[in-house]
């Protein structure tokens, strides 16, 4: 609900696809720069602990924003700071929560305990932008919001009610940046590691820029209100949680390389093909199969580096997942933005979707150069 709020707001205040680009570039660009420290942090600091003190600085953030809007004092930069607290929350907590996953399941459930989060978080997708487009088309975006912090309450609830605590291994005495180092290597030396963390760097710079794709093809291509939007958003909601539970049904089987390389390719794929909608039916099937094959790869990536890297490694190895990830999107936004500035949503898609598919072509290549 926040981010189809957060882009609608942002397309009020300025109507500039730029500005709206820039949004993504500063509530993604901590991750950027900071997600291998946040790693290290991570296999430092009890992950439980950590996750509920980012959970609450989230609920913070967007109260504060609701409040905002609410009294009618909201101006583009509050959005653009509120959204740069957002992602300095967000870098502590996205390799904190994707370490603690296994910990709390065990690597024998991990496939199965990533493709139901995914599922449980798409489908939120799914009802989030629906919502959100209903109320803002009748009440303004500050409801979305306020409900968006009051729904922290209920998610820091359930981590005090989890059993495990996260506690960090023991380790030699070592510096942050030798830690950090340490990670790195083992990364960079380690070909499956290696292969899936380049293609999550460019699928990720290519595909995954929904909150600003979307709310430009809904608003400069179809014409739509909110509403229209929402469903739009909800279509790629139903996509990937459709691929989350194709991926669960496997039985907690790990995907292979291939089959990721495949779901890669189609995503762009389905990326090149939205620049030439016309009509609303169209564009709800491709972006919902470009939800499905976004899902299915990113979350079989997930799983690969997860069960592939040691346990007193792993949150610096989803720091660097993360950092690939999220920390392209600060350039992804930019240049989709800046494109679509210049030469309207349509070229932005198309440049996308044809540099994803060369991109991860270029990977397979080398990857099937490596092993023969």
């Known amino acids: 609900m926040q981010s189809v709020s957060q882009a609608w707001l942002v397309l009020q205040l300025t109507d500039s696809p730029f500005r709206l680009g820039l949004i993504g570039t500063?509530?993604?660009?901590?991750?950027?720069?900071?997600?291998?420290?946040?790693?290290?942090?991570?296999?430092?600091l009890p992950k439980r602990r950590l996750i509920l003190a980012t959970q609450a600085v989230l609920c913070l953030q967007a109260l504060v924003l609701a409040a905002l809007v609410w009294t009618g004092q909201v101006r583009y930069w509050h959005v653009g700071a509120l959204a740069l607290v957002y992602g300095l929350a967000n870098v502590l907590d996205m390799p904190a929560r994707q370490a603690f996953i296994v910990e709390m399941v065990g690597k024998g459930d991990l496939v199965n305990a990533v493709a139901l989060n995914s599922a449980a978080f798409n489908g939120a997708r799914i009802v989030g932008p629906a919502v959100a487009g209903v109320l803002i088309a009748r009440f303004g975006v500050a409801p979305a919001f306020l409900l968006n912090g009051l729904s922290f309450v209920i998610v820091l609830a359930a981590l005090l009610a989890v059993h495990?605590?996260?506690?960090?291994?023991?380790?030699?005495?070592?510096?942050?940046?030798?830690?950090?180092?340490?990670?790195?290597?083992?990364?960079?030396?380690?070909p499956r590691v290696a292969v899936i963390l380049s293609l999550v760097c460019v699928v990720s710079l290519c595909v995954f820029?929904?909150?600003?794709?979307?709310?430009?093809?809904?608003?400069?291509?179809?014409?739509?209100?909110?509403?229209?939007?929402?469903?739009?958003?909800?279509?790629?909601?139903?996509?990937?949680?459709?691929?989350?539970?194709?991926?669960?049904?496997?039985?907690?089987r790990q995907s292979s390389l291939r089959a990721i390389f495949t779901a890669g390719m189609l995503a762009c794929a389905a990326t090149l093909a939205l620049a030439t909608v016309a009509d609303?039916?169209?564009?709800?099937?491709?972006?919902?199969?470009?939800?499905?094959?976004?899902?299915?790869?990113?979350?079989?990536?997930?799983?690969?580096?997860?069960?592939t890297a040691p346990d007193a490694l792993r949150g610096r190895v989803m720091s660097l997942h993360a950092l690939m990830f999220g920390g392209v999107f600060p350039i992804g936004s930019f240049v989709v933005g800046a494109t679509a500035e210049a030469f309207g949503i349509r070229a932005a898609?198309?440049?996308?979707?044809?540099?994803?598919?060369?991109?991860?072509?270029?990977?397979?290549?080398?990857?099937?150069?490596?092993?023969?």
């Open 164 to 190: 495990a605590r996260g506690l960090p291994r023991p380790r030699r005495e070592a510096t942050l940046g030798e830690e950090i180092l340490e990670g790195v290597r083992y990364a960079t030396r380690t």
């Open 349 to 372: 898609l198309a440049a996308a979707g044809a540099a994803g598919l060369l991109g991860v072509a270029a990977i397979f290549v080398a990857w099937r150069r490596r092993a023969s």
């Open 280 to 307: 609303f039916p169209a564009a709800v099937v491709l972006l919902f199969v470009l939800g499905f094959f976004a899902i299915v790869f990113i979350a079989s990536c997930n799983t690969t580096l997860q069960l």
């Open 209 to 252: 820029n929904f909150t600003i794709f979307v709310p430009l093809l809904a608003r400069s291509v179809l014409r739509l209100g909110a509403e229209g939007f929402g469903f739009l958003m909800a279509a790629v909601g139903a996509g990937a949680v459709s691929g989350a539970l194709a991926l669960a049904g496997l039985g907690g």
């Open 26 to 44: 500063l509530q993604f660009a901590p991750i950027l720069l900071f997600s291998v420290v946040a790693g290290a942090l991570a296999d430092r």
